[in-house]
């Protein structure tokens, strides 16, 4: 089975610090994702890659980076973390082609600021 | 743009009676549907998928769901509710040969005995 592993299942920061969260997928995935879910406002996509080193925006990139130097490996990072980023955050991994349409997901790092 | 709408924070239904799980699409390309779900303390597992071909789909847990172009709606039944069935259920898009996909706001599930 596809494994996706999120290092930290829990983690309290304070507001400010530097966040790294690390994802890391062992099927040789082209994609990568980071997530952030919220009650009632579902998953919202903060970036994804599809490639080392290349990344995009999702649709709520603002106050985080991404990082993928290596290809099994997709780093979020919050550069100063705020309250507002107290959040569930999900990683997911896919291959590319359309007959293997699926996300894979971590289970989740639970990250409470503040 | 793209987005998906599921009508329903929370769905309550009887052990045993259908489980009905609304979404509605927009996209101005051929989309493919998605539908997740998520356990507590988990992360989120597919339960079905449309890309092509037949508009009924079935998925695992004895989910189908169907695809109606007309209708932009990908709704995830079940004949009978089961308690396992109890989650978080997610619809999710992906249109135009780009990696990304949105997903809706999640609908939760309580199933009473």
């Known amino acids: 089975d596809v494994k996706v592993t999120q290092s930290s299942r829990y983690l309290v920061k304070r507001t400010g610090e530097k966040v790294f969260l690390e994802c890391v997928q062992d099927?040789?995935?082209?994609?990568m994702f980071w997530y952030r879910q919220d009650p009632g406002l579902g998953l919202r996509l903060i970036y994804f890659s599809y490639d080392v080193k290349m990344k995009e925006k999702g649709d709520i990139p603002e106050g985080y980076s991404v990082s993928r130097e290596k290809k099994e490996r997709f780093s979020l990072i919050l550069e100063s973390a705020s309250t507002n980023q107290t959040s569930m955050y999900l990683c997911?991994?896919?291959?590319?082609?359309?007959?293997?349409?699926?996300?894979?997901f971590g289970s989740g790092t639970q990250l409470s600021v503040l | 743009a793209q987005s998906v709408t599921q009508l329903g924070s929370h769905v309550s239904v009887s052990e045993g009676a259908l489980v009905l799980l609304r979404c509605n699409y927009s996209s101005s390309v051929p989309p493919y549907l998605f539908w997740y779900v998520q356990y507590p303390n988990q992360g989120l597992q597919l339960l079905l998928k449309?890309?092509?071909?037949?508009?009924l789909v079935k998925g695992i847990n004895g989910f189908e769901a169907e695809f109606k172009k007309s209708e932009t709606s990908f709704h995830l039944t079940k004949p009978s509710a089961h308690m396992s069935d109890a989650a978080e259920y997610f619809c999710?898009?992906?249109?135009?040969?780009?990696?990304?996909?949105?997903f809706g706001t999640g609908t939760k599930l309580q199933v009473i005995p």
């Open positions: 449309y890309t092509t071909g037949a508009t």
């Open positions: 997911a991994s896919s291959p590319t082609g359309a007959t293997n349409e699926k996300l894979f």
């Open positions: 999710a898009l992906k249109a135009g040969g780009y990696q990304k996909v949105t």
């Open positions: 099927m040789d995935h082209e994609n």
